[in-house]
């Protein structure tokens, strides 16, 4: 099973929101060439047997069941790893990203040939929605040390919602370390710096589960980055 572009879901814990998140991609993408792969961190709620379920009835659905070295974004390069269209879409299964800018993120690559083209809460059209004080804290520290240290000219370099060409991704992907928070960050960092679209979408309340993000995850990936800097690993 191959599609034109791929559609990279990583979960943990998702159990509640990954059928409606799957339900919700083939609407608005009814009829295109796609695929789905799932890639679950082997979640204690089961997450990975209900997408096991939903193969049966849905073939453009994939499954990576992950049992070491968990973590989001060494999850999200596994699934790249299998791509075999020409674009390749990461966004989360707990319903906050919204689905219908999908084809604008995908044709941003394939018809205007920016490589890596972001879902952005910070430009025009977008907003961080009813996003708690708290996690808006948290997301903001993370955009400013980006922006102050990496050097990072986009408005949204926290976002988890971004589409890659395929040919980037295998231009740049020897040079990835996948051991932080945010891999898209590592895509804009490394090697040299890609053509960059983002595109306004609001960010919403997540329905079921738990969030993800929090201040001891943001540590980890500010010293991630701040040991590369220490090293003088240059990001250009």
């Known amino acids: 099973m191959s599609g034109n572009f791929l559609l990279i879901v990583p979960t943990y814990n998702e159990a509640e929101n990954i059928e409606i998140a799957?339900?919700?991609?083939?609407?608005?993408?009814?009829?295109?060439?796609?695929?789905?792969?799932?890639v679950d961190d082997n979640s204690p709620d089961k997450t990975w047997e209900i997408v096991e379920k939903l193969k049966t009835t849905k073939d453009k659905v994939k499954l990576i069941r992950r049992f070491r070295d968990n973590g989001l974004s060494i999850a999200i390069f596994t699934g790249m790893l299998e791509a075999e269209g020409s674009v390749i879409?990461?966004?989360?299964?707990?319903?906050?990203?919204?689905?219908?800018?999908?084809?604008?993120?995908?044709e941003s690559i394939k018809r205007d040939k920016f490589e890596v083209?972001?879902?952005?809460?910070?430009?025009?059209?977008?907003?961080y929605g009813d996003l708690s004080t708290k996690r808006k804290?948290?997301?903001?520290?993370?955009?400013?040390?980006a922006k102050k240290f990496l050097k990072v000219d986009i408005n949204d370099p926290m976002s988890g919602f971004f589409a890659i060409s395929k040919s980037f991704f295998e231009e740049v992907k020897d040079q990835i370390n996948p051991s932080g928070f945010k891999i898209l960050l590592e895509f804009i960092v490394r090697k040299r710096t890609p053509r960059v679209k983002e595109i306004g979408y609001k960010f919403r309340r997540r329905l079921h589960g738990d969030t993800k993000l929090n201040s001891a995850i943001l540590s980890c990936f500010i010293n991630f980055h701040y040991m590369y800097i220490n090293d003088n690993i240059s990001y250009f």
């Open 22 to 38: 799957i339900n919700k991609i083939h609407q608005v993408l009814g009829d295109r060439n796609f695929e789905i792969i799932v």
């Open 89 to 106: 879409l990461v966004m989360d299964a707990d319903l906050q990203h919204d689905e219908k800018i999908i084809p604008l993120l995908i």
């Open 117 to 127: 083209s972001i879902g952005s809460r910070d430009i025009e059209g977008g907003s």
């Open 137 to 145: 804290i948290t997301s903001f520290i993370g955009k400013w040390f």
